[in-house]
């Protein structure tokens, strides 16, 4: 199956700076990439869509200037947390859909997540 | 709105017992549902779908799942659980859109596995 990797897989860093999270698909190429964040023991909450060549559409109740998102290839979207404050503190996830697979509705394929902490 | 609700936040489990973990749904049309597994530090790995067609779905690694309408609900099973099989189980729902899909996932359930 297709395959997503996420780098860094854990990344802790200081409150007020920035750090930047990418996605990529590793065998496909990937016109759609969704960014999702998880507390501990909760759901995955879906925080924005990403398009390669256009804007990121970004869930209600998302800060758009907090997290930018940035999609400059078919493999690549980078999800920055701008001046990371402990609240920021969470798991990551990435995923991406494979435009190339038949079937009802395209299958997303997750990466394995990067674990955030702020200190 | 769509919606997912997993009753059960744990379940333990003796190993070689049967296993079914409970997804009930909210969602005005025929919805797409999922379940997913997380194993810790790891991303979501697809382990079966609901489209349309036969209510009884089979997955990956023994898993299956029934839609049933009357009920909202999408319960997975496995008739003998492998302590492998310990991990975090997420039921999602979806609708389409321009033939593709975005899910909204339930809280999870933590599949706790005893030798």
């Known amino acids: 199956g297709a395959v997503v990797s996420q780098h860094p897989s854990w990344v802790i860093c200081k409150s007020g700076t920035s750090v930047k999270i990418e996605c990529r698909s590793l065998d496909f190429q990937a016109t759609t990439m969704f960014w999702y964040r998880q507390f501990p023991k909760q759901s995955l909450m879906l925080m924005a869509t990403s398009n390669e060549g256009s804007k990121a559409t970004y869930e209600q109740g998302v800060e758009k200037d907090k997290f930018l998102i940035n999609h400059a290839s078919l493999t690549l979207s980078t999800l920055t947390v701008t001046s990371a404050h402990p609240e920021d503190s969470s798991f990551y996830i990435c995923?991406?859909?494979?435009?190339?697979?038949?079937?009802?509705?395209?299958?997303?394929?997750f990466g394995p997540g990067t674990r955030l902490t702020v200190l | 709105a769509q919606s997912v609700t997993q009753p059960d936040i744990h379940i333990t489990v003796s190993e070689g017992a049967s296993l079914e973990l409970r997804c009930n749904y909210s969602y005005g049309a025929t919805p797409y549902l999922f379940w997913y597994v997380q194993s810790p530090g790891q991303g979501l790995q697809l382990l079966l779908k609901y489209f349309s067609g036969d209510t009884l779905v089979q997955g990956i690694k023994g898993f299956e799942a029934e839609f049933k309408r009357s009920q909202s609900s999408f319960n997975l099973r496995k008739p003998s659980v492998h302590w492998s099989d310990a991990a975090e189980y997420f039921c999602?729902?979806?609708?389409?859109?321009?033939?593709?899909?975005?899910?909204?996932f339930g809280r999870g359930t933590s599949l706790i596995v005893h030798p």
């Open positions: 995923s991406a859909r494979d435009p190339g697979l038949a079937g009802a509705g395209n299958e997303q394929f």
């Open positions: 999602a729902v979806a609708q389409a859109s321009g033939g593709s899909y975005i899910p909204t």
